[in-house]
């Protein structure tokens, strides 16, 4: 079946390490989003990319890095730099093109980060 | 900027009642769209619909409808006869043709449905 696989389900952090969180899509899409939702808020954008080898930031991506070697592939390094990690964070895609803001982004189940 | 405010954090109802959930929304575009996702316990957000900003054509879907109101810059949904499957939190959203595939998201909205 097509759709976003994100892994690990949970992830531990120690003070001072990065850690990667993985994001998989079979959809063929051109486009992928990483959102970070805390409690009681709304998802929040923190880097996305509209093709292989080129991403921008969000509006939150400071501490974090990621990379798009892939088109199927897109992963999220929460760094040492992120102080306040903790959170459940998603991962999306979209068909991209000329109609970007129609486009319906599909969403992969989250990834549950806690600090050690 | 664009923005999207949801007003109710928290809704219960009893199953079998109707329920509206209320999605405002601010941009300077003209041309816009607006999407509504549920947020089951398992954390994965699901697509439900996309309203673009020359349709005012109110819609419905089983028991599900949606009304969407330019002239208070509104886009709200209804569910009839709740049901506890339905409890989740839903998700108001907006994308601005200037902002290419960027959505901005409301603070949700956290329904609960009581047998």
């Known amino acids: 079946d097509g759709g976003i696989t994100q892994s690990p389900k949970y992830l531990f952090r120690k003070e001072g390490q990065n850690v990667t969180l993985s994001c998989e899509q079979n959809?063929?899409?051109?486009?992928m989003y990483w959102y970070r939702q805390d409690p009681g808020q709304g998802l929040r954008l923190i880097y996305y990319s509209q093709i292989v080898n080129d991403f921008q930031k969000g509006d939150i991506a400071e501490g974090y890095s990621v990379s798009r070697e892939k088109k199927e592939s897109f992963p999220l390094t929460v760094t040492s730099a992120q102080k306040n990690p903790t959170a459940f964070y998603l991962c999306?895609?979209?068909?991209?093109?000329?109609?970007?803001?129609?486009?319906?982004?599909?969403f992969g189940a989250g990834t549950r980060l806690s600090v050690l | 900027a664009q923005k999207v405010t949801q007003a109710q954090t928290e809704i219960s109802v009893v199953e079998k009642e109707d329920v509206t959930l209320d999605c405002v929304y601010e941009?300077?575009?003209?041309?816009?769209?607006l999407f509504w996702y549920k947020q089951p316990p398992s954390g994965e957000l699901v697509f439900l619909i996309r309203r673009n900003s020359f349709d005012e054509q109110n819609e419905i879907s089983g028991r599900y409808s949606w009304n969407f109101q330019k002239s208070t810059s509104s886009f709200n949904f209804t569910i009839t006869a709740s049901q506890v499957v339905d409890s989740a939190v839903y998700f108001c959203?907006?994308?601005?043709?200037?902002?290419?595939?960027?959505?901005?998201f409301g603070e949700g909205t956290q329904l609960t449905v009581n047998p």
């Open positions: 959809l063929n899409h051109d486009a």
């Open positions: 941009t300077r575009d003209t041309t816009y769209y």
């Open positions: 999306a895609s979209s068909i991209q093109g000329v109609s970007g803001p129609k486009n319906i982004q599909y």
């Open positions: 959203a907006l994308s601005e043709e200037t902002s290419g595939s960027r959505l901005t």
